[in-house]
């Protein structure tokens, strides 16, 4: 499986590129640069919920065609919807590369049935993942853990009443609930993820 | 939870899952990039998902799409093992929650009443009320026990198809790259597509079968240009094309176009005024529509319009 990133576009952000990209979501500094991070994530989401590889590097081709666009004099009306039409074509230009070939499984399983993966390196990876996932969760503050933990825990039945009941225990809307634990799941996943690719990196 | 709220649900539900019309998609995706909320919201909506997956709960055709379309990369993959573990340590959490007796809380009630008249009579209450809630915690840890065993057996169970469906498709991505190499060849083969006269025909390759992006030159007395798709072959008899500017511009629409039968297939033709065709870049989107009226996309196109 071919995991290496696509090759860079030969045009590169300048720093005078990226502050006319930053003029372009809004005049103010401030409120560009946080128009900007929204863009940014809602592209690497949109990238990574199509199933394409390197979601990362596709929202970055993205601004750098937009940036280049606004080099060669256009204006942007509606930035966050310019930004959508542009992805949309990245999206359909990465989706031709081999690397980001969608596989269906009717596909994968008309082909012969693969060798069964080894049982003693599954348990292994299966281990690792367990190691880093309990130590990340050992270094979350006492109070983090216990409300990622209470949130989850309730099945499809309960979990509406449960995460209500939860928020009315901590006198807080169930919005910000929902955010408070959005945000300290997200760091337990990426302390599993950085945890993994250092197991990975000394094996 | 409203009406409403289960429908947008519904329809990220539909996003994640890779079954929701194009048009919808397009209409949720301005949403997510227009409002943080919005992109909130679908993250939310997607651990769910994620959840459900490690509990066993997304059954039948949800569960199918699932691992068809989220889990075909690492990404999703390594996301579903984490929601694994993570509900793993949410049920070891609750089950030793069940099991610890709450020892101070007894210690606070009993204190103030701790003098010898009301020894024996609280004694007595004190047992019946330890056999209530002692039978009470026995109930409640088997269920956990069992909830535990359940959710473990089931996670094992995912592990290993997560395990199988990895190796199946980095078989299936190396047999893809081989396949790409060989259609670029062929590909390299055909003509560029030609324009002259005011009515200009022009063929579309499909962009989801790899070609590259076309464009289409447009002479200075082209009134009308004819878009042409070939189909290897199609039962169906009634198309329609969404046809969308790539910088966010209206999308044209074209109801009710019909088909032709050709020497290799069928080919479906639509003539649009060339002042509806402004330069720059272009989708094309061509659905079929059966009788009912319901779309389903069968293929898209990527061109570029340039006026000479």
């Given at each position: 499986?071919?995991?290496?990133?696509?090759?860079?576009?030969?045009?590169?952000?300048?720093?005078?590129?990226?502050?006319?990209?930053?003029?372009?979501?809004?005049?103010?500094?401030?409120?560009?640069?946080?128009?900007?991070?929204?863009?940014?994530?809602?592209?690497?989401?949109?990238?990574?919920?199509?199933?394409?590889?390197?979601?990362?590097?596709?929202?970055?081709?993205?601004?750098?065609?937009?940036?280049?666009?606004?080099?060669?004099?256009?204006?942007?009306?509606?930035?966050?919807?310019?930004?959508?039409?542009?992805?949309?074509?990245?999206?359909?230009?990465?989706?031709?590369?081999?690397?980001?070939?969608?596989?269906?499984?009717?596909?994968?399983?008309?082909?012969?049935?693969?060798?069964?993966?080894?049982?003693?390196?599954?348990?292994?990876?299966?281990?690792?993942?367990?190691?880093?996932?309990?130590?990340?969760?050992?270094?979350?503050?006492?109070?983090?853990?216990?409300?990622?933990?209470?949130?989850?825990?309730?099945?499809?039945?309960?979990?509406?009443?449960?995460?209500?009941?939860?928020?009315?225990?901590?006198?807080?809307?169930?919005?910000?609930?929902?955010?408070?634990?959005?945000?300290?799941?997200?760091?337990?996943?990426?302390?599993?993820?950085?945890?993994?690719?250092?197991?990975?990196?000394?094996? | 939870?409203?009406?409403?709220?289960?429908?947008?649900?519904?329809?990220?539900?539909?996003?994640?899952?890779?079954?929701?019309?194009?048009?919808?998609?397009?209409?949720?995706?301005?949403?997510?990039?227009?409002?943080?909320?919005?992109?909130?919201?679908?993250?939310?909506?997607?651990?769910?998902?994620?959840?459900?997956?490690?509990?066993?709960?997304?059954?039948?055709?949800?569960?199918?799409?699932?691992?068809?379309?989220?889990?075909?990369?690492?990404?999703?993959?390594?996301?579903?093992?984490?929601?694994?573990?993570?509900?793993?340590?949410?049920?070891?959490?609750?089950?030793?929650?069940?099991?610890?007796?709450?020892?101070?809380?007894?210690?606070?009630?009993?204190?103030?009443?701790?003098?010898?008249?009301?020894?024996?009579?609280?004694?007595?209450?004190?047992?019946?009320?330890?056999?209530?809630?002692?039978?009470?915690?026995?109930?409640?840890?088997?269920?956990?026990?069992?909830?535990?065993?359940?959710?473990?057996?089931?996670?094992?169970?995912?592990?290993?198809?997560?395990?199988?469906?990895?190796?199946?498709?980095?078989?299936?991505?190396?047999?893809?790259?081989?396949?790409?190499?060989?259609?670029?060849?062929?590909?390299?083969?055909?003509?560029?597509?030609?324009?002259?006269?005011?009515?200009?025909?022009?063929?579309?390759?499909?962009?989801?079968?790899?070609?590259?992006?076309?464009?289409?030159?447009?002479?200075?007395?082209?009134?009308?240009?004819?878009?042409?798709?070939?189909?290897?072959?199609?039962?169906?008899?009634?198309?329609?094309?969404?046809?969308?500017?790539?910088?966010?511009?209206?999308?044209?629409?074209?109801?009710?176009?019909?088909?032709?039968?050709?020497?290799?297939?069928?080919?479906?033709?639509?003539?649009?005024?060339?002042?509806?065709?402004?330069?720059?870049?272009?989708?094309?989107?061509?659905?079929?529509?059966?009788?009912?009226?319901?779309?389903?996309?069968?293929?898209?196109?990527?061109?570029?319009?340039a006026r000479q």
């Open positions: 499986m071919n995991l290496t990133p696509p090759p860079p576009a030969k045009w590169e952000l300048t720093r005078e590129a990226f502050a006319r990209l930053l003029a372009g979501f809004d005049q103010d500094p401030e409120r560009a640069g946080a128009k900007y991070e929204s863009v940014r994530a809602a592209l690497v989401k949109f990238f990574d919920w199509q199933c394409v590889l390197f979601a990362e590097e596709l929202a970055d081709e993205t601004f750098n065609r937009v940036a280049r666009k606004l080099e060669g004099g256009a204006e942007l009306q509606d930035p966050a919807t310019y930004c959508h039409g542009v992805a949309r074509m990245v999206l359909l230009e990465a989706r031709r590369q081999p690397h980001q070939r969608h596989v269906e499984l009717e596909e994968a399983e008309a082909l012969s049935v693969p060798p069964a993966p080894d049982p003693v390196t599954a348990e292994k990876a299966a281990d690792e993942q367990r190691q880093a996932f309990d130590r990340c969760l050992g270094e979350l503050p006492h109070e983090s853990r216990q409300l990622v933990l209470r949130y989850y825990h309730n099945d499809k039945r309960q979990k509406i009443d449960g995460r209500q009941a939860l928020a009315l225990q901590l006198g807080i809307p169930l919005n910000a609930l929902r955010s408070r634990v959005q945000r300290i799941r997200d760091r337990l996943e990426q302390c599993v993820r950085r945890g993994l690719a250092r197991e990975k990196f000394r094996a | 939870m409203t009406t409403e709220a289960n429908n947008q649900t519904h329809t990220m539900r539909h996003y994640l899952l890779g079954v929701l019309p194009e048009s919808d998609q397009l209409a949720l995706e301005q949403e997510f990039f227009a409002d943080p909320d919005r992109l909130a919201q679908m993250q939310e909506v997607e651990h769910d998902l994620l959840d459900e997956y490690a509990r066993g709960e997304l059954a039948g055709e949800e569960r199918q799409q699932f691992e068809r379309h989220y889990l075909t990369t690492p990404e999703h993959r390594a996301r579903a093992a984490f929601a694994q573990e993570l509900l793993r340590a949410a049920v070891a959490d609750a089950a030793e929650a069940v099991s610890q007796p709450t020892e101070s809380v007894w210690k606070r009630f009993w204190a103030p009443w701790q003098t010898l008249q009301f020894a024996y009579g609280l004694a007595l209450a004190a047992m019946v009320l330890l056999a209530v809630v002692g039978v009470q915690w026995l109930r409640q840890r088997a269920n956990s026990q069992q909830e535990f065993a359940r959710v473990e057996t089931e996670r094992r169970a995912n592990q290993e198809r997560l395990r199988a469906l990895e190796a199946q498709i980095a078989q299936q991505r190396d047999r893809n790259a081989e396949l790409n190499t060989e259609l670029e060849r062929l590909r390299a083969q055909q003509n560029p597509p030609s324009a002259s006269g005011s009515l200009l025909s022009f063929i579309l390759l499909s962009t989801i079968r790899g070609s590259d992006q076309q464009t289409l030159k447009l002479s200075a007395n082209a009134s009308q240009v004819r878009l042409r798709m070939n189909l290897d072959s199609s039962d169906v008899d009634r198309f329609r094309i969404n046809l969308r500017p790539v910088d966010g511009g209206g999308v044209q629409t074209y109801n009710a176009v019909r088909a032709n039968k050709t020497k290799t297939g069928t080919a479906v033709s639509v003539t649009i005024p060339a002042s509806n065709l402004p330069n720059g870049d272009y989708i094309l989107t061509l659905s079929a529509v059966d009788a009912t009226g319901a779309t389903e996309e069968l293929d898209r196109y990527s061109f570029r319009v």
